[in-house]
């Protein structure tokens, strides 16, 4: 893992000039340095040989503490500066990265809960990387090198025996931060996949409740729990063992110019000045590296998230059409769909769909009934074969133009805190009430009632109702259904039945069934085989 990522540079514009700004700081905390060491040196040395009184030692005050001030001016502007970039790079970053994970769409390589965790808590831990793991990583290459500048014409073997010390701990910072890299990646990686079982389990909370299931992902949200907290606890251990380390080194240096200096201060070969002079400067020396190693742990959490982001970030996106969208029939072509990381085919479909036709997709759990209807919206992209509209391949329509003419109501359709009709609104511009009135939504309720968020306050088969508005609403020529009455009695199936007859009258409808009922509304049922099934 790399000090200063060049790829943040690019990404985030705001690091630019935070750095352009720190690199100025950090030459004028360096100048401020040495001045305020050069001022204590003489003045003890005023008062400690020839008796100085306090007013032959005003203008040496004077400027004293006109140079403590300016260090707190620079210690002020670099917290300010830090804490503004940090939010320009940190907004930059989730803009991006949410505008590819959208551009990816099924594509993406990191999974939702991964993706989540990255944009929140991942993104956030940039804060300590800017406020205190930068400027100190600015300092350390610039205080050390203006330092030996001021010492080399004073006392060239202390400025000698400081350049010969200060690489080790450099040297130790990579051998730790080797090991300390690997740990902290596994920390975030282990931390994603926390959030995205955690996710997974509260969103099939209910069924899991239902068949008895959720004690057992209980236990595995504890197991997995326990090792996060291990691996932290690990990952604490290290740092502190590496702060120590490098202090131990920091320490035994400084000791080292320490005793040179006092051996040749009493021989006589040096001053009293110019030893109080590198006594002083020394440990400033060496501070700014001990400090890298110190906020390097703060900050490792946020580098290895930005680096999970640059990698996202460099993630091809596929080539997108620019043909208008067509009409007519809809083609697949020996389509076969594969996911990384899954054994098997998602999909593998030949089939024709006419115009004005209404067609079932059947078929156990797995056999690809949703991944048809991706592939049609085209959030997935076939490994082989391909889809056409009227003879027109998918994949060179533009996409935007493509969904434009589609309607589609998945099985877990998304509502948000609102009333219902701003709900139903997602679907288009349009008469509301119409389209609410013809999936029977104000039987159970009124337009103006307020949802929760995620449509709290309405049964699975009332949100349904409020997908199929959204269609009749956007009044598409092509209306996909997966599985609209999934989870549903039979009661409420029957009424949201009701509402896809009215909605399929002169559309192209494709359905994802299970229920002979809903099967029964179709023209033409295709069976698609499972994938275990399936030769390779």
């Known amino acids: 893992m790399r000090p200063l990522d060049p790829r943040l540079l690019r990404y985030a514009r705001s690091a630019r000039a935070y750095l352009a700004v720190t690199v100025a700081l950090g030459v004028a905390l360096a100048a401020l340095i040495v001045a305020q060491a050069t001022l204590l040196a003489y003045g003890i040395t005023a008062v400690f040989l020839h008796g100085a009184d306090a007013a032959a030692l005003?203008?040496?005050?004077?400027?004293?503490?006109?140079?403590?001030?300016?260090?707190?001016?620079?210690?002020?502007?670099?917290?300010?500066?830090?804490?503004?970039?940090?939010?320009?790079?940190?907004?930059?970053?989730?803009?991006?990265?949410?505008?590819?994970?959208?551009?990816?769409?099924?594509?993406?390589?990191?999974?939702?809960?991964a993706a989540v965790t990255l944009v929140t808590r991942g993104l956030d831990a940039l804060d300590a990387y800017f406020a205190r793991y930068l400027p100190q990583l600015v300092l350390a290459a610039l205080v050390p090198v203006i330092v030996l500048a001021r010492l080399v014409p004073a006392d060239l073997i202390a400025a000698a025996t400081i350049a010969l010390t200060l690489p080790l701990i450099p040297v130790f910072m990579v051998l730790i931060g080797l090991h300390t890299q690997a740990a902290n990646r596994r920390q975030f990686r282990l931390l994603a996949r926390l959030s995205h079982?955690?996710?997974?389990?509260?969103?099939?909370?209910?069924?899991?409740?239902?068949?008895?299931?959720?004690?057992?992902?209980?236990?595995?949200?504890?197991?997995?729990?326990?090792?996060?907290?291990?691996?932290?606890?690990?990952?604490?251990?290290?740092?502190?063992?590496?702060?120590?380390?490098?202090?131990?080194?920091?320490?035994?240096?400084?000791?080292?110019?320490a005793v040179g200096v006092g051996l040749r201060l009493v021989s006589g070969e040096l001053d009293l000045t110019t030893a109080l002079l590198v006594l002083i400067l020394a440990p400033e020396a060496y501070l700014p590296l001990r400090q890298v190693g110190a906020n390097y742990h703060a900050s490792a959490e946020g580098l290895a998230a930005a680096a999970e982001a640059f990698e996202l970030l460099e993630t091809p996106v596929p080539a997108a059409g620019t043909a208008a969208a067509p009409d007519g029939a809809l083609v697949f072509e020996d389509v076969v769909v594969r996911y990384p990381g899954r054994d098997g085919d998602a999909l593998r479909l030949s089939a024709r769909i006419e115009p004005g036709e209404v067609v079932a997709l059947t078929g156990p759990s797995g056999c690809g009934k949703s991944t048809a209807l991706a592939a049609l919206l085209g959030l997935v992209a076939p490994a082989s074969g391909r889809i056409t509209v009227g003879g027109v391949p998918l994949a060179t329509v533009e996409p935007g133009a493509w969904r434009a003419r589609i309607a589609w109501v998945p099985q877990r359709p998304h509502l948000f805190a609102g009333t219902v009709d701003e709900n139903i609104a997602l679907g288009g511009a349009g008469d509301v009430a119409g389209a609410a009135r013809l999936a029977g939504v104000y039987g159970f309720t009124d337009g103006d009632a307020v949802l929760g968020d995620d449509g709290t306050g309405l049964s699975a088969g009332q949100r349904q109702r409020v997908a199929l508005a959204r269609a009749f609403l956007r009044d598409a020529p092509i209306v996909l259904?997966?599985?609209?009455?999934?989870?549903?009695?039979?009661?409420?199936?029957a009424g949201v039945m009701d509402a896809v007859r009215r909605l399929a009258r002169g559309r192209t409808v494709v359905i994802a069934a299970h229920r002979p009922e809903l099967i029964a509304l179709a023209d033409r049922v295709i069976s698609l085989a499972p994938a275990a099934a399936v030769p390779r």
């Open 58 to 113: 005003a203008p040496v005050l004077g400027w004293l503490a006109v140079v403590v001030a300016g260090r707190c001016l620079v210690a002020w502007a670099q917290e300010v500066t830090a804490v503004r970039c940090a939010a320009g790079a940190k907004s930059e970053l989730r803009r991006l990265v949410l505008a590819r994970l959208a551009a990816l769409g099924a594509n993406r390589p990191a999974s939702t809960g």
């Open 197 to 257: 079982h955690f996710l997974d389990v509260v969103a099939g909370l209910p069924t899991l409740k239902l068949f008895g299931r959720a004690r057992a992902q209980a236990d595995a949200i504890r197991r997995i729990s326990a090792d996060q907290r291990r691996l932290t606890m690990r990952t604490l251990r290290t740092a502190f063992l590496s702060s120590l380390v490098l202090e131990l080194l920091a320490t035994l240096s400084v000791a080292l110019v």
């Open 481 to 493: 259904l997966d599985e609209p009455t999934a989870n549903l009695d039979a009661g409420t199936a």
